[in-house]
């Protein structure tokens, strides 16, 4: 099916004062590589590690060379090790699980969504890129504290 | 660029515990096809220029979304955006609405995959152009 309608655009240009935290990083003298931690979980392993799993899980929807999937990479790291056992965090590549991608209805990329007791939480899902607060508001609101 | 350890036939035959064994690194450049890159680096920068955009903050994201573009040039012979998922990607670059610049770009600047970054955005930089160096830099590491 042709995706034909506008993005659900998650990023505001007023939403949060800096990105990556409360001092904006000098990005000039230091190359950005992306070095994930959080597990990747495909199709098979979803139910495991999502469905079944006995804390909310936050999954990030992601890309290869989608800029902004790899701005909110580091993030996704730093939330495992924030919220300690309280919230596990997976990512799933979009074009190796198309199953997936399908039944959760995702488009744009990055996209968010947590999971509570094998279900999606309603109103969870989110499009794009996030700074840290931003995060931190999206975690809170959908039910998850450190 | 990428190094490699080459098993090498410059490696001798080991000959004992105390022996150390010589392994000849080979550089070796990631194959790329530069000229579909060089042709959305430039197109990002006029781009940029003619929508008054800017490019992120962090230039890596600019890199790799230009890669991504140059990517689906390659494969697809259109600039489908990298940031989004399609079920029939060929469809999709014939239609044409999500080859960059989008007709969300195009309409209302709004760019997700933050490649065109107005202003007021928080993430936006102040810089209109990416050199190729800039763009090996922040894509380095991620093929």
Request: proline share 5%.
């Amino acid at each position: 099916m042709l995706s034909s309608r506008a993005p659900s655009h998650a990023f505001s240009a007023r939403a949060g004062r800096a990105p990556f935290g409360a001092v904006r990083p000098c990005y000039r003298a230091r190359r950005q590589l992306h070095v994930a931690r959080v597990a990747d979980v495909n199709e098979a392993a979803f139910e495991e590690q999502v469905l079944k799993a006995s804390t909310p899980v936050l999954v990030d929807f992601w890309a290869a060379w989608c800029g902004p999937c790899k701005l909110v990479a580091p993030l996704m790291d730093w939330a495992e090790k924030e919220y300690g056992g309280k919230l596990k965090v997976v990512k799933v590549e979009h074009d190796a699980n198309p199953a997936l991608i399908a039944k959760y209805k995702v488009y744009g990329l990055p996209t968010l969504i947590v999971f509570k007791e094998g279900q999606e939480v309603e109103g969870s899902k989110r499009e794009g890129a996030v700074t840290k607060a931003m995060l931190q508001q999206y975690l809170t609101k959908n039910g998850i504290a450190k | 660029m990428m190094l490699r350890a080459c098993p090498s036939a410059t490696r001798p035959a080991a000959c004992g515990r105390s022996s150390r064994s010589l392994v000849v690194v080979r550089a070796s450049a990631e194959p790329t096809d530069s000229k579909n890159l060089e042709i959305m680096r430039k197109f990002s920068e006029q781009y940029a220029k003619r929508s008054n955009t800017y490019f992120c903050v962090d230039k890596s994201v600019t890199a790799v979304v230009i890669q991504g573009l140059a990517e689906h040039k390659d494969t697809l012979g259109a600039a489908l955006c990298p940031c989004r998922h399609y079920d029939d990607k060929e469809a999709e670059a014939t239609q044409g609405y999500w080859n960059c610049p989008c007709v969300p770009m195009r309409e209302r600047k709004e760019c997700h995959c933050m490649l065109f970054l107005t202003e007021d955005n928080d993430f936006a930089g102040r810089e209109q152009t990416i050199s190729m160096e800039e763009i090996k830099n922040g894509i380095s590491g991620m093929r």
